[in-house]
């Protein structure tokens, strides 16, 4: 099991990852709010930067390239490879 640290509106939490779900599943079933709306990939209301450790998104259709070199992220999508460090913030 990996960690997530999870910065949202200037709080920063670390809770557990579980396999194969994704940072804003995790940061839900640990009692945050963060924002999303459609969970499906296509609406960017989820965006945060990736500050630390490596994401693999299932889904994006709404980053281009330059933001996800940038670090940007759907946390919907974003599964963590490693454990990461993750802001809302940004």
Known sequence: MST?????DGTTVTVPVNPGDTLLESARRAGMTPPYSC?????GTCIATVTEGVVKMRVNEVLDDSEIDEGLILTCQGVPETDVTVSYDD
């Open 4 to 8: 997530a640290t999870i910065t949202l």
């Open 39 to 43: 969970e499906a990939g296509n609406c």
